[in-house]
C-alpha cells in the first residue's frame, strides 16, 4: 500500500503527523471538495482512502465511499471513517457507511498509522480475489453458493463461459485475451448491480469461467441484459477483417485448422430452492451438463435448467 | 511564429485535466443520478448528447486503469462498460463553466448536430458501427474547448481577429498560436489514450486527405463538420462555412438526389436535438436562478 487519500478537514492536525506517514512510505493526498476527491478516485485511485464523516456537507461523505466501492479494479480499497465522538453515542448505520474501520477524532498518529498498518495486512488475508479482475475467487465462491442453496429462498447459480476464447487468445494473443476477461467482468457486475443488487454475488473462477447468483425473479431480465450487452460491445475486441468475416481460422486442440465462430457468451443458470441440493458440488455438476448443451447453440445464449 | 511560444502553447494545452460542461446538463444528470429508477441507459443517452462528458467517459474508459487501452470508440460500449455507478462519479466529478457564454452553447450545438449528420451517413454507407462514427462527430472539435480553457487570452484575440478581419477561426488560430484546434485535439484524444478510429476523424477533419487508416470516418466527419455548418446551426461567430474536399466528398459516393434526402433526414432529427438543447438552456436558467 503505497497511496493514501485524505478527505475532510483536519484529519492530519499538524504538519508532524503527515511526515510521521510519510516517512514510513505512505504517500499522503489531502483533498477538500467532493468533485476533486472523486475525480481522484476515478480516474487515478488510492490505495486507501481515510475520510471524514460529514465530509463536503449533505449526502457527500456517502457518496464519496460509493465512488470508491464502485471502482471495480480495487474494488478492495480499505476505507477508514473519521468520527467525532458525539458519532459514537447515537448509533452509527454501517450500512449507510459500508466502511472498513474507524477513527475517532482526535486521532493520534501512533494510531493512525497502526490502523493504516492492519487495514494493510487485513487485506492481504482476505485476499482470494482473482489477480486480473479482483473479483471474489474460488473460497468465496464455494462459500456464496453454499449459502444459497442453504437459504430458503430460491436462486440461480449463473456459470458463464466465453465461447470460443481458447481461439481467440491464440490469434490475438494473452494480453488482447485479458482484456475481454476484463470486459466481461465489467459487464457482469455493472448489468448484476443495476438488475439485482440484492442478495447477489458475482465471482471469477478463473480463466474465462465466471459465476454470478442472483435471486430466481432476476435470472431472466439479468441474462438477457448480459448476452445483449456483450453483444454490442464485443466488436470493440475484434479486428475489422474478423468481423467482416464473421469468424476467424484458427487450430483445434488436435492442432487441425479450423473455422472458429467469433466470441459469444453461454451462460448455464441452476435454479435452487427447496433445499435440493445439499452441497455445492452437486450444483457444479448439473452446471457442467447444462453448459455442455449451452456450448451446442450457436451465439451468445443462456439455459435456465428448473429441477424442481 | 515563435518556436518557444509555440513550444509553450503545447505544453500548456497538453497540461489540460478538466474541460468544463454545460451546467444545465449537470443539472440534469444529477437529478436523473438521484432518481432509483433512472437506467444506465438513460443517463447514456443524456451524456451522449454533450461532447465534454463523451469525451471524458471515453478518456476513461480507455485509461490504463480500466484495462482497454486505445480499445472503446463507441459510447454505447463505454457506458455498459463503465456501468452506473462509475458514471455517477463522473457526474459528481464533473466541472462546469462558471462564466456561460452564447459561443459554449453554439459549440455544444454544433458538436451535437455534427454527431446527427454523421449518424444518418454513415447509416447510409451500410458502415458496420455508425455509432463509432458519430460519437468521432460529437467530440470532433474538442481542441476548441481546450484553446478556451487554457489560453484565455489567445481565445479572445482570435475571436477578435474572426470578427474584424472575417477569417475562418481555423485560420486566426494558425495565425495566432501556429496551431489550430484540428491539431489540438489530436494530442488530447492521444493522451487521453482514444483509439486510432477516434484520433484520425479528429486531427482530421478539416483535412481527410491526412487520415492514414481512418480515412472513411475521417471523411464522413469532415463532411458533418461542413454540412451542419452549412445548415447554420450552432455557428458561433465563425461565419464562414470551411471547403469541402473533392474526394472526401467521393469517397462517400453521395449524388445530387442523396443529398437532398439527407438533408430531409437531418432536418428530422435535429427537431429532436433543438427540443433537447431547449431544454438544457431552460435548465440552465432555472440553476442559475436557483444560485441568486
Given at each position: 500500500?503505497?497511496?493514501i487519500?485524505?478527505?475532510g478537514?483536519n484529519?492530519?492536525?499538524?504538519?508532524?503527523?503527515r511526515?510521521?506517514?510519510?516517512?514510513?512510505?505512505?504517500?499522503?493526498?489531502?483533498?477538500?471538495?467532493l468533485?476533486?476527491?472523486?475525480?481522484?478516485?476515478?480516474?487515478?485511485?488510492?490505495?486507501?482512502l481515510?475520510?471524514?464523516?460529514?465530509?463536503g456537507?449533505?449526502?457527500?461523505?456517502?457518496?464519496?465511499i460509493?465512488?470508491?466501492?464502485?471502482?471495480?479494479?480495487?474494488?478492495?480499497?480499505?476505507?477508514?471513517?473519521?468520527?467525532?465522538?458525539d458519532?459514537?453515542?447515537?448509533?452509527?448505520d454501517w450500512?449507510y457507511?459500508?466502511v472498513?474501520?474507524?477513527?475517532?477524532?482526535?486521532?493520534a498518529?501512533?494510531?493512525?498509522?497502526?490502523?493504516?498498518?492492519?487495514a494493510?495486512?487485513?487485506?492481504?488475508?482476505?485476499f482470494?480475489?482473482?489477480?486480473?479482475?479482483?473479483l471474489?475467487?474460488?473460497?468465496?465462491i464455494?462459500?456464496?453458493?453454499?449459502?444459497?442453496?442453504d437459504?430458503?429462498?430460491?436462486?440461480?447459480?449463473?456459470?458463464?463461459d466465453?465461447?470460443?476464447?481458447?481461439?481467440?487468445?491464440?490469434?490475438?494473443?494473452?494480453?488482447?485475451?485479458d482484456?475481454?476477461?476484463?470486459?466481461?467482468?465489467?459487464?457482469?457486475?455493472n448489468v448484476?448491480?443495476?438488475?439485482a443488487?440484492?442478495?447477489?454475488?458475482?465471482g471469477?473462477v478463473?480463466?474465462?469461467?465466471?459465476?454470478?447468483?442472483?435471486?430466481?425473479?432476476?435470472?431472466?431480465?439479468?441474462?438477457?441484459?448480459?448476452v445483449?450487452?456483450?453483444?454490442?460491445?464485443?466488436?470493440?475486441?475484434l479486428?475489422?477483417?474478423?468481423?467482416?468475416a464473421?469468424?476467424?481460422i484458427?487450430?483445434?486442440?488436435?492442432?487441425?485448422?479450423?473455422?472458429?465462430?467469433l466470441?459469444?457468451?453461454s451462460?448455464?443458470?441452476?435454479?435452487t430452492?427447496?433445499?435440493?441440493?445439499?452441497?455445492?458440488?452437486?450444483?457444479?455438476?448439473?452446471?457442467?451438463?447444462?453448459?455442455?448443451?449451452?456450448?451446442?447453440?450457436?451465439g451468445?445464449?443462456?439455459v435456465?435448467?428448473?429441477r424442481h | 511564429m515563435?518556436e518557444?511560444?509555440k513550444?509553450h502553447?503545447?505544453?500548456?494545452?497538453?497540461e489540460?485535466?478538466?474541460l468544463p460542461?454545460?451546467p444545465?446538463?449537470v443539472?440534469?444528470?444529477?437529478?436523473?443520478?438521484?432518481?432509483?429508477?433512472?437506467?444506465?441507459?438513460?443517463?447514456g443517452?443524456?451524456?451522449?448528447?454533450d461532447?465534454?462528458?463523451?469525451?471524458?467517459?471515453?478518456?476513461?474508459?480507455?485509461?490504463?486503469?480500466?484495462?482497454?487501452p486505445?480499445?472503446?470508440?463507441?459510447?454505447?460500449s463505454?457506458?455498459?462498460?463503465?456501468?452506473?455507478n462509475?458514471?455517477?462519479?463522473?457526474?459528481?466529478?464533473?466541472?462546469?463553466?462558471?462564466?456561460?457564454?452564447?459561443?459554449?452553447?453554439?459549440?455544444?450545438?454544433?458538436?451535437?448536430?455534427c454527431?446527427v449528420?454523421c449518424?444518418?451517413?454513415?447509416?447510409?454507407?451500410?458502415?458496420?458501427?455508425?455509432?463509432e462514427?458519430?460519437?468521432?462527430?460529437?467530440?470532433?472539435?474538442?481542441?476548441?474547448?481546450?484553446?478556451?480553457?487554457?489560453?484565455?487570452?489567445?481565445?479572445?484575440?482570435?475571436n477578435?481577429?474572426?470578427?474584424?478581419?472575417?477569417v475562418s477561426?481555423?485560420?486566426?488560430?494558425?495565425?495566432?498560436?501556429?496551431?489550430?484546434?484540428?491539431e489540438?485535439?489530436?494530442?488530447?484524444?492521444?493522451?487521453?489514450?482514444l483509439?486510432?478510429?477516434?484520433?484520425?476523424?479528429?486531427?482530421?477533419?478539416?483535412?481527410?486527405?491526412?487520415?492514414?487508416t481512418e480515412?472513411?470516418?475521417?471523411?464522413?466527419?469532415?463532411?458533418?463538420?461542413?454540412?451542419?455548418?452549412?445548415?447554420?446551426?450552432?455557428h458561433?461567430?465563425?461565419?464562414?462555412?470551411?471547403?469541402?474536399?473533392?474526394?472526401?466528398?467521393?469517397?462517400?459516393e453521395?449524388?445530387?438526389?442523396?443529398?437532398?434526402?439527407?438533408?430531409?433526414?437531418?432536418?428530422?432529427?435535429?427537431?429532436?436535438?433543438?427540443?433537447?438543447?431547449?431544454e438544457?438552456?431552460?435548465?440552465?436558467?432555472?440553476?442559475?436562478?436557483?444560485?441568486?
Amino acid at each position: 500500500m503505497q497511496r493514501i487519500l485524505i478527505t475532510g478537514k483536519n484529519i492530519l492536525h499538524t504538519p508532524e503527523n503527515r511526515l510521521i506517514l510519510e516517512a514510513k512510505g505512505y504517500q499522503i493526498i489531502l483533498c477538500e471538495n467532493l468533485p476533486d476527491a472523486v475525480g481522484l478516485i476515478l480516474e487515478d485511485p488510492p490505495d486507501l482512502l481515510i475520510t471524514e464523516k460529514g465530509f463536503g456537507g449533505g449526502n457527500h461523505d456517502h457518496e464519496l465511499i460509493m465512488a470508491a466501492k464502485a471502482c471495480l479494479q480495487k474494488a478492495n480499497i480499505p476505507i477508514i471513517l473519521v468520527l467525532d465522538q458525539d458519532d459514537l453515542n447515537t448509533e452509527m448505520d454501517w450500512d449507510y457507511y459500508p466502511v472498513d474501520d474507524f477513527m475517532v477524532k482526535p486521532v493520534a498518529p501512533e494510531t493512525m498509522l497502526a490502523q493504516i498498518e492492519l487495514a494493510e495486512s487485513r487485506m492481504v488475508r482476505v485476499f482470494d480475489n482473482n489477480p486480473l479482475s479482483r473479483l471474489p475467487g474460488n473460497t468465496s465462491i464455494l462459500r456464496s453458493i453454499q449459502k444459497t442453496i442453504d437459504s430458503d429462498d430460491p436462486y440461480g447459480v449463473c456459470y458463464i463461459d466465453i465461447d470460443n476464447f481458447k481461439p481467440y487468445n491464440d490469434r490475438y494473443g494473452f494480453s488482447r485475451g485479458d482484456e475481454v476477461l476484463l470486459m466481461v467482468a465489467r459487464i457482469t457486475v455493472n448489468v448484476v448491480e443495476e438488475l439485482a443488487r440484492d442478495g447477489s454475488f458475482v465471482g471469477h473462477v478463473g480463466g474465462d469461467d465466471f459465476v454470478f447468483i442472483v435471486r430466481e425473479e432476476k435470472i431472466k431480465p439479468v441474462c438477457e441484459r448480459l448476452v445483449e450487452n456483450f453483444e454490442r460491445v464485443k466488436n470493440m475486441f475484434l479486428s475489422p477483417e474478423d468481423i467482416k468475416a464473421g469468424a476467424f481460422i484458427g487450430e483445434d486442440r488436435q492442432g487441425k485448422e479450423t473455422r472458429f465462430d467469433l466470441l459469444s457468451l453461454s451462460v448455464a443458470v441452476v435454479t435452487t430452492g427447496n433445499h435440493i441440493y445439499k452441497h455445492f458440488g452437486e450444483v457444479s455438476v448439473i452446471a457442467s451438463q447444462i453448459k455442455h448443451y449451452a456450448k451446442t447453440l450457436s451465439g451468445s445464449n443462456y439455459v435456465i435448467d428448473r429441477r424442481h | 511564429m515563435d518556436e518557444t511560444k509555440k513550444e509553450h502553447f503545447r505544453r500548456t494545452l497538453r497540461e489540460i485535466k478538466n474541460l468544463p460542461t454545460l451546467p444545465g446538463i449537470v443539472t440534469k444528470l444529477t437529478k436523473m443520478a438521484e432518481d432509483p429508477d433512472t437506467t444506465t441507459e438513460q443517463m447514456g443517452k443524456v451524456i451522449s448528447k454533450d461532447h465534454i462528458l463523451a469525451a471524458k467517459l471515453l478518456r476513461l474508459v480507455n485509461s490504463a486503469f480500466y484495462g482497454f487501452p486505445q480499445r472503446i470508440s463507441s459510447l454505447n460500449s463505454a457506458i455498459i462498460l463503465l456501468g452506473f455507478n462509475v458514471i455517477k462519479s463522473l457526474i459528481i466529478s464533473a466541472s462546469i463553466f462558471e462564466i456561460m457564454e452564447d459561443q459554449d452553447i453554439e459549440l455544444w450545438e454544433h458538436s451535437l448536430g455534427c454527431a446527427v449528420v454523421c449518424s444518418v451517413v454513415s447509416k447510409r454507407l451500410g458502415i458496420s458501427d455508425p455509432e463509432e462514427i458519430s460519437t468521432a462527430g460529437l467530440i470532433h472539435d474538442i481542441g476548441k474547448v481546450a484553446i478556451k480553457m487554457e489560453l484565455p487570452e489567445e481565445y479572445e484575440q482570435i475571436n477578435t481577429m474572426v470578427l474584424e478581419k472575417k477569417v475562418s477561426r481555423f485560420a486566426a488560430e494558425r495565425e495566432i498560436l501556429g496551431l489550430d484546434h484540428a491539431e489540438v485535439g489530436r494530442w488530447l484524444a492521444k493522451k487521453w489514450n482514444l483509439p486510432t478510429k477516434l484520433i484520425e476523424p479528429i486531427a482530421c477533419h478539416h483535412d481527410p486527405r491526412l487520415a492514414k487508416t481512418e480515412q472513411l470516418s475521417s471523411a464522413v466527419v469532415h463532411f458533418g463538420n461542413i454540412v451542419i455548418r452549412g445548415m447554420g446551426y450552432g455557428h458561433g461567430d465563425d461565419i464562414w462555412v470551411p471547403p469541402m474536399s473533392q474526394r472526401a466528398f467521393r469517397m462517400l459516393e453521395i449524388s445530387a438526389v442523396d443529398i437532398d434526402e439527407i438533408l430531409d433526414e437531418i432536418e428530422d432529427k435535429l427537431w429532436d436535438v433543438k427540443g433537447f438543447s431547449l431544454e438544457i438552456q431552460t435548465e440552465q436558467q432555472a440553476a442559475a436562478a436557483d444560485c441568486e
